[in-house]
Structure formats: C-alpha cells, structure tokens
C-alpha cells in the first residue's frame, strides 16, 4: 500500500471540497414586528352608533367555521419572536391537512413555498439565498431549486401553524379577554373586533354578519394556546420526529412567531390546485432538491489510500457545523473524482445521513485494474471529493405524493378537509436510491 503523498483543500472552495494525492506502485495488479402600524383603521372605531355586542357567541361561530374549512389562505407580515428579527411579507394557502403553497419575501427578495407532509422547501432566485446564513458546498446550486429548510426558516411552520383546524384551537386556547367585541371599519368593512388573552395586542376581526367568519388577526406569539403541531413529520430520511416536535421548537424560550394576517377562504378549485402542485413537486422535483437544515463540512482531511493494482479509496468524516442550530437528519452525499494523466479519471459516489449535531464517516473507491508487470511502475493518482446534501430521497417522495393524492381524493369525495396520514417511514439512503 503507497503512502499518502499530499492532502489539502482546493483553494476558492472553502468548504465541503477536499483533495489528496498518493505515490502507488502499480507492480502485481460538503427587528420587531409593530402590528400598531398594520392596524386597520388605525384601530379607530367606525361604528360609533354601534352598540357592543356579547364576544363569545361571535369568536365561537368564527373559529367553528374555521376549524371547518378545507383550508385558508393568509395574507401578512410574519416575524420570529426575537427583537433583532425582521418583519417579511408572506402570502400562503394552508389546506386541512396542512399542505402549504404560496409566497415568501424578505426585502426585494421573493421565495416560492412549498410544505408537503411537513416538510418545508423554498425556491427563490441566487439574491434571496446570498442574504441567509447558509454557507454550504453546495449552495451555489440552491438558486431556481426546491431546497428543503428548516421550519423556523419562515418564522413558523405554516403547515402545523396555519392548517385551519391548527389555528382555530390555537386562537380558542387564547380565548377572548373580554366580554364585549365592538364593531370596526375594517378596511371599510363592518366587523366585530375580539380582543384576545396571552398578550396585550392579540386580537382578531369577525364578519359582522352571519356566519361568522375570522377576516384579520393579530397575534404576538402564535405558538402560545391551542395545541399547534403537524401529525409528526419526518425529521429526515431515517427518523420521525414525535408529534409534539414542532410545538416544542416553537415554543422554546416564549418566541413564537407574530402575525398580522389578512384571512379568506379560497375556492375549492384554488384548493385542488395547491394539491396539484405539491404532488407534481413531489413525483418530478424534490429529489433533486438541496438541503439547507444543517451546514456541513470535511472534518479535517480526507484521506486518500491506494494499494498495488491500482485499487484506491478516498475517506472522510463529514460533520455538522451548524453551531447547534441544524435540525434533523440529513442525506449527504459524496461525489469522488481520481485523476492521474497516464491512466485517465475515474468517479465514485457515497451517500449516509447526517444527524444535526453530529459526524458520519463517508468513502468510495475505484479500481484501476491495472495487469500485472515485471517493471513495477509508480504513478500519482490525485483524489478530490465534494460534498453536497439531497432533499428527500425517492422513497419518501413517492409516499409523499401517495399521501397528498389521497388527501385529495378525500377532499373531493367528502367535500371536507382530510389530513391524512403521514407517509413517513424509517428508511437508509440504499432504499431511498440516494446514489
């Protein structure tokens, strides 16, 4: 077996791209949100001649009728709880079973949003990706592609947040913080205001007519009430988070998301369509999506072995370098080029799961095959390997879109919402066809 003669790190790619060189003899054989601002009417009160009206009986029929729908659609500003965060347009429709489609902007930057049996992907031009914090091998291909984030990415997961029924038991757990609700112009639309408890500024706006529907809320911390959190999604590709992970994630340190929301129900056509989108994504588009839930990279060197013959492997460590934020598992994948002049170049690949926190040891090897001789002769064979990260792996996404078709079907038999059943599963990247 010859020696490693070099190993280094390509310059200009600082991260996740290795490279070794080795000698063989070849003888025998990786800002706060102010809803004041956003108030309608400047929260003036319109209806002055209007008497108060009991809140309760209003509140009730709103989220009842709520609860109901087959989905809802939001239109706002979103910010996470800290001061320092910044305060971003979205535009989404969360169905029954918490399908997500829609958009995201930060400043001038837009981002499609796709969340399918609680999964969150993004696309957004090469702008919108320079201004995160993500710093991966390979984020130079996110730009124009699905890649799959981490659910505070948005400042809340949409899809175990926002699903109608989600939401409702969220806004029954804040309850009203009055006996009275009092008629407003609402953007010049009469509607009862309904002051909730859990913040000084938690609020909610009511058609004033019968049925009663949830036209604007307002929310300091929508993860405080209710009880928010998806059925239990995959937290990665061989593993499932419990059903409590997201409400918990959420609720840390008492920084859930703020909202200022605009709130209708879309048409059932409107419905089917985020359905057809999700599925669609699912069949020809995820698999091939990146994965920015953690950052990652070479743990040291990579090591570069080659034995008489010709026969060589390239090994490495690839850990996460998140700083403790990643989240889940992740696939990871490497992708191996040996070079030599004389005998050509020849690739090899590898593909593990990287939990958040954590390393995995990665290799692949090559076989140059070469005859035995009786004039042993040493050649240099260089070694570079890249590491990148896979969304979901064709497993998951067939049974991602097996379950949003059957969620689908439900809605269009029943003519009500149907969460479904998360079509999760335990899985390697073999079964997964990483490779």
């Known amino acids: 077996m010859a020696p490693v003669m070099s190993s280094r790190l390509r310059s200009g790619r600082p991260l996740g791209y290795a490279a070794a060189a080795a000698a063989v003899a070849l003888a025998a054989a990786g800002c706060s949100l102010d809803l004041s601002d ?19 009986p ?61 999964r969150v992907f993004l696309k957004a031009p090469d702008e919108f ?25 948005l400042g809340l997961d949409p899809g175990a947040r926002l699903a109608p029924a989600e939401l409702a038991a969220t806004l029954e757990g804040l309850g009203a913080a009055s006996e009275e609700a009092q008629l407003e112009d609402l953007d010049g639309t009469p509607a009862y205001r309904v002051d909730l408890g859990g913040g000084e500024k938690n609020r909610v706006w009511i058609s004033e007519e019968e049925p009663y529907t949830l036209l604007r809320m307002e929310i300091e911390d929508l993860s405080a009430g209710g009880q928010g959190g998806s059925e239990g999604s995959e937290d ?14 959420a609720d840390a340190g008492g920084s859930g998301a703020r909202v200022q929301f605009n709130l209708s129900e879309p048409e059932a056509a409107d419905v089917e369509g985020v359905y057809d989108t999700a599925i ?50 992740v696939i990871v994948r490497m992708n191996a080029t040996f070079k030599n002049d004389e005998l050509g170049e020849k690739k090899c690949d590898s593909t593990e799961v990287l939990a958040a926190g954590s390393t995995v040891d990665m290799s692949c090897s090559v076989d140059y095959a070469l005859e035995p001789s009786t004039e042993p002769k040493d050649y240099e064979i ?45 899985e390697s990247p073999a079964e997964g066809g990483g490779n």
């Open 58 to 118: 209003v509140l009730e029929g709103a989220l009842k009728r709520l609860e109901a729908a087959d989905a809802i659609a939001v239109q706002g500003k979103v910010a996470a709880g800290g001061e320092d965060e910044g305060v971003n347009d979205a535009a989404l429709t969360v169905t029954s079973g918490g399908t997500v489609q829609g958009t995201y902007q930060e400043g001038e930057n837009e981002a499609e949003v796709l969340e399918a049996e609680g």
């Open 236 to 249: 990665a590709e061989g593993g499932e988070a419990s059903p409590s992970d997201d409400a918990s994630a």
């Open 382 to 426: 260089n070694a570079t390997s890249v590491l990148s990260t896979q969304g979901l792996s064709k497993k998951s996404a067939g049974k991602v879109a097996d379950a949003l078709e059957e969620q689908k079907k439900a809605l269009s038999e029943s003519g009500g919402g149907s969460g479904g059943e998360d079509a999760s599963a335990e």
């Open 129 to 153: 990706w320079l201004d995160q914090d993500i710093a991966n091998p390979d984020s130079d291909q996110y730009a124009g592609a699905w890649v799959r984030v981490a659910k505070e990415q």
């Open 280 to 329: 669609a994504a699912a069949k020809d588009e995820l698999t091939s999506s990146r994965d920015a839930r953690i950052e990652l990279n070479w743990q040291g060197q990579i090591d570069l072995q080659c034995q008489t013959g010709g026969a060589c492997t390239v090994s490495g460590t690839a850990e996460d370098v998140s700083d403790g934020g990643g989240e889940g598992k």
């Open 38 to 56: 956003l108030r309608p009417g400047g929260g003036e009160q319109s209806q002055e001649e209007a008497a108060p009206v009991e809140a309760a």
